[in-house]
């Protein structure tokens, strides 16, 4: 039987009962057809990854009983994802595959050209959550309410580089600018911030590039969508300053882990 992994919001120790919510408990006992006693892994961001196994609490409820720990809870790379929003379905994908790439945060940014008014952060904590589930992250990314971008530059935190994705061609190719880097910019925390498909305003691109921190570079000689210039952005960041340098861990070997879509 493959293994069911899910985020929790309760802490996790052996020995413990972690209740499971509604539309979990629904998928695992209609969609999956687990019984009591399948194998869990949980994880909730803070306590590492936990075996578990599935117990009934009556027809509808259900608890994870909890067993040992798998893996301890290890530091990830410390980079903010701050971009436009975009159409539904557009917002969805970056939320997800953002997550597949490790981003920390999730900062939906309000600018000139933003289309987009509203932006839904329960379905995007919900892609992040799924997106977690699935590619064995030990968190989750902090979805933040989306914010004007002038609000966001004033009160921004000392010390956190700002990676800016240049679309008027003024900054070095992405892959020169973060290969140059020392040690202690490696070290630091990040931020990778993109405009809309309309672009900044003028304005828009003189704060940015008055922030202490800033690196502007250039995506290339093609025109990207918002959507995919934020996630080749945030790949280039992690295969040369991230934690794609690092050797890739064997999970799970002994086991098979299935997505869980609640």
């Known amino acids: 039987m493959s293994v ?9 120790a052996a020995g413990i009962e972690a209740p499971l919510g509604e539309a979990q408990v629904h998928y695992l006992r209609h969609v999956m057809r687990r019984p009591d006693g399948a194998p869990l892994l949980l994880f909730n961001g803070r306590d590492g990854e936990w075996r578990a ?14 067993g040992d720990c798998t893996r301890v809870q290890a530091a990830e790379p410390d980079v903010w994802l701050c971009f436009a ?10 939320a997800e595959k953002a997550t597949e790439l490790g981003a920390s945060v999730l900062q939906p940014v309000l600018t000139r050209h933003t289309a987009v008014e509203r932006v839904n952060i329960e379905r995007l904590r919900a892609n992040a959550i799924e997106a977690a589930e699935q590619t064995e992250r030990l968190s989750v990314p902090e979805v933040r309410e989306p914010v004007d971008l002038a609000r966001l530059l004033g009160g921004w935190p000392e010390g956190r580089r700002l990676l800016m994705c240049d679309e008027t061609g003024g900054g070095p190719p992405i892959a020169e600018a973060l290969g140059g880097l020392d040690a202690a910019a490696r070290a630091a925390p990040w931020a990778v911030v993109v405009g809309p498909e309309g672009g900044f305003a ?5 704060a940015l ?4 921190d800033v690196m502007a570079v250039g995506l290339g000689p093609r025109i990207l969508r918002a959507d995919t210039a934020a996630l080749a952005a945030l790949a280039c960041w992690q295969a040369l300053v991230g934690d794609w340098r690092q050797p890739t861990p064997r999970l799970h070997a002994d086991y098979r882990t299935s997505r869980v879509t609640v």
Do not use: M, W
Request: aromatic share 4%; hydrophobic share 40%; no cysteine.
């Open 202 to 206: 003028q304005e828009e691109l003189g």
């Open 209 to 212: 590039r008055r922030i202490k």
């Open 4 to 12: 069911s992994r899910l985020f929790v919001e309760a802490d996790l």
């Open 53 to 66: 196994t599935l117990a009934g609490r009556g027809k509808k409820s259900a608890v994870a009983e909890v």
């Open 85 to 94: 929003p975009v159409k539904r379905a557009r917002i969805d994908y970056i």
